[in-house]
């Protein structure tokens, strides 16, 4: 049997029931954004989680700059402590380095995570070194905290929840495919979509703001494409969910790009990966005066794109008011 067989996820659903010698202290294995477990005082937790970039996989070295590189590997891990609602702490960095990389594009690199990492007061506390004989490989892993009672998981969902994005989708996709690709577009727009491809925003206070609220019922961060994330919150909170296709938020920039390169912005937006927003749910009564507030707060919008359902599977209303189930149709390495 192949990985391709089982894929990522049946992969890690393999292994979950391997890792797990203990629970004591432990409030979150496998199978969420970030492992918790208790430290830090009364109603404490530390969050963990590990994300790595690999050369050709997930970034071409001429498309990217050493300092774009260093920022986007930090702020993929930073995403994941944003969606359980945390405060990152501190972080690990290991690379694996093939001869051609010099000691000033490591320099850069280093400048690109710490200038995320002055930014939200995050240490590389150690990390490890080696050579490689090909590729270029980059692993963070970093710490963070939360209130224990305040923590945001996949699972929590119930029907009758709205489902929310705190900003556009589809357009790292899009930005991807700027960079690869010789697309004919405006330079503005294309710069703007090749920059949320490489230099991610980070929602940390946002997730913050959204896990105090005691409103909102489960989160993830964006990373494969929402048709998949939003399967991760529904399997874990067992439920379903209806999209609707017309409150899916599609930015200007992305109808530009979807008209020049004849593709649909539905299909971008539901199977491009590394958005890094975080998509959420929200009891159903309190979801209008969450909006306004956010609203106030972060002086930006709040999209609600559906509602969680009973059942277990996804599905999206169309303009016509037609429903058709979507599978997940997001990033699976394998
Ligand atoms: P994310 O996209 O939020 O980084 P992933 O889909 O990578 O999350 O991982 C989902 C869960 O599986 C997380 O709890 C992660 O720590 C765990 N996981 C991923 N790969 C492995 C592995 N090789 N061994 C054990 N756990 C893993
Ligand atoms: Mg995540």
Known sequence: MKLKDIGEFGFIDRV????????????????????????????????????????????????????????????????????????????????????????????????????????????????????????????????????????????????????????YLGESAAGLEVLIKDVDLDETVKKYLVKTHLLPEVYIAEGAFLAETGDVTSCIDVSDGISSDLGHICR????????????LPVSDELKVFAETTKKKPLDIILSGGEDYKLLFTVRNN?????????????????????????GKDIFLRNRGGEERPIKASGWDHF
Do not use: W
């Not at 874990?236 to 409150?247: I, P, Q, T, V």
């Not at 309190?286 to 559906?306: M, V």
């Open 286 to 310: 309190k979801s209008d005066a969450l909006e306004k507030i956010f609203q106030n707060k972060f002086g930006r919008p709040l999209f609600c794109l559906g509602e969680i359902m009973t």
């Open 16 to 167: 979950k029931t391997l890792c797990q010698i203990t629970k004591k202290g432990i409030i979150k294995a496998i199978g969420d954004d970030c492992a918790v477990y208790k430290g830090g005082g009364e109603d404490k937790a530390i969050l963990f989680t590990t994300d790595m970039l690999v050369e050709n996989v997930h970034f071409l070295l001429d498309r990217i700059t050493p300092f774009e590189l260093g920022y986007k590997t930090l702020a993929v891990n930073l995403s994941d402590i944003a969606a359980m609602g945390g405060k990152p702490l501190n972080a690990f960095l290991s690379i694996a380095v093939p001869e051609r990389i010099t000691v000033k594009f490591l320099d850069e690199l280093y400048a690109g995570i710490m200038s995320l990492g002055r930014r939200y007061h995050v240490n590389v506390l150690g990390g490890d070194t080696t050579g490689s004989k090909n590729d270029l490989v980059l692993n963070i892993a970093l710490t963070g905290e939360a209130k224990e009672s305040s923590l945001l998981y996949r699972g929590g969902a119930q029907a009758g929840d709205k489902i929310y994005v705190n900003g």
């Open 236 to 247: 874990e909170s067992g439920c379903g969910a209806l999209l609707y296709e017309k409150d």
